[in-house]
T-cell receptor, first 113, second 114 residues
């Protein structure tokens, strides 16, 4: 089915470990982004990309890294996990300058112990 | 820059009652406005959007929203809610002609009781 696919769905990390959250879309969307969702905080933008080879920081980029080598994929890397990064992470995509809103993945629930 | 304020963090209602979820935004430029719904343990799904034109926008599942430019509001309404409408609702804004970035409110948790 067309859409945004996130893996894994659940992950437990130890403090200091690194990992990559995967995001892939098959809708040929130019724009992709990563949000984190925390209780009472809504969704906060971590990083975004307007096309392959172009990335930029959002509201809360510290501790995260991204790259965009293809239109389809936009992985999010946690360099050295901290308990403050315990959250639910959502990947979203849309057409650049599009007016149709975002398509969201189903999320990755990350716990850092 | 844009910002969104959702005035109620939680709204409890009884089944078949009407509901209004309030959203106010701030922006120095014209905006697109969106409402998303998140059911438990799921991602976000687009309910409706305002791009231009008629200020009353109809979405899925019987929801509608009205754009009020003078009050910078985009309140979501449903005349009769069902148990299945229990979810968290997010209002979001993006700048017309600008970045694609969506700025979200903090969400309103709607609980429909029997």
């Amino acid at each position: 089915n067309a859409g945004v696919t996130q893996t894994p769905k659940f992950q437990v990390l130890k403090t200091g470990q690194s990992m990559t959250l995967q995001c892939a879309q098959d809708m040929n969307h130019e724009y992709m982004s990563w949000y984190r969702q925390d209780p009472g905080m809504g969704l906060r933008l971590i990083h975004y990309s307007v096309g392959a080879g172009i990335t930029d920081q959002g509201e809360v980029p510290n501790g995260y890294n991204v790259s965009r080598s293809t239109t389809e994929d936009f992985p999010l890397r946690l360099l050295s996990a901290a308990p403050s990064q315990t959250s639910v992470y959502f990947c979203a995509s849309s057409y650049v300058r599009g007016k149709n809103g975002y398509t969201f993945g189903s999320g990755t629930r990350l716990t850092v112990v | 820059a844009q910002s969104v304020t959702q005035l109620d963090s939680q709204v409890p209602v009884f089944e078949e009652a009407p509901v209004e979820l309030r959203c106010n935004y701030s922006s120095s430029v014209s905006v697109y406005l969106f409402w998303y719904v998140q059911y438990p343990n799921q991602g976000l799904q687009l309910l409706l959007k305002y791009l231009s034109g008629s200020t009353l926008v109809k979405g899925i599942n019987g929801f509608e929203a009205e754009f009020n430019k003078s009050q910078t509001s985009f309140h979501l309404r449903k005349p009769s809610v069902h148990i299945s409408d229990t979810a968290e609702y997010f209002c979001a804004v993006s700048a017309k002609g600008g970045s694609e970035k969506l700025v979200f409110g903090k969400g309103t948790k709607l609980t429909v009781n029997p």
